[in-house]
C-alpha cells in the first residue's frame, strides 16, 4: 500500500556532496516523520537525520553541520543534502518513513529498499 522510493545515491570522493531523495506513494492519509538511516559493512543500521511533522529536525553528532535533512510535505518528499562527505559515510542509506493509511488508520514504519553512498578517499 506504501512505497518509498530512494534516489540519488552513488559514488563521492572525499569532500564532495550528493543529494538523496525519497518519494513516497500509496495510500496515505498521513505522515508523521520521514527520515534517513545508514548501514555500513559491518555495522548496525544507525539513524542519520530525522524530520518530524513540521520541521523539528534532528541529526546524528557524526554529521551534524555537513548534513541537512528537507522535506516537501505536498510531494510526501525527503531529501538528504550531504556535503564534505569522509570515507566513513560511506554505507547504504535507507529511507524511512511513519505513516497513516487510509486503511490503517494508525502510524507504521515503511522502509525505502536503500541506495549505495560510496565515498573514497
Known amino acids: 500500500q506504501v512505497q518509498l522510493v530512494e534516489s540519488g545515491g552513488g559514488l563521492a570522493q572525499s569532500g564532495e556532496s550528493l543529494r538523496l531523495s525519497c518519494a513516497a506513494s500509496?495510500?496515505?492519509?498521513?505522515?508523521?516523520?520521514m527520515g534517513w538511516y545508514r548501514q555500513a559493512p559491518g555495522k548496525q543500521r544507525e539513524l542519520v537525520c530525522a524530520?518530524?511533522?513540521?520541521?523539528?529536525?534532528n541529526y546524528a553528532d557524526s554529521v551534524k553541520g555537513r548534513f541537512t535533512i528537507s522535506r516537501d510535505n505536498a510531494k510526501n518528499t525527503v531529501y538528504l543534502q550531504m556535503t564534505s562527505l569522509k570515507p566513513e559515510d560511506t554505507a547504504v542509506y535507507y529511507c524511512?518513513?511513519?505513516?497513516?493509511?487510509?486503511?490503517?488508520?494508525?502510524?507504521?514504519?515503511?522502509w525505502g529498499q536503500g541506495t549505495q553512498v560510496t565515498v573514497s578517499s
Open positions: 524511512n518513513s511513519r505513516i497513516m493509511t487510509y486503511k490503517s488508520r494508525s502510524f507504521s514504519d515503511y
Open positions: 524530520i518530524i511533522s513540521g520541521s523539528s529536525t
Open positions: 500509496g495510500s496515505i492519509a498521513s505522515v508523521y516523520a
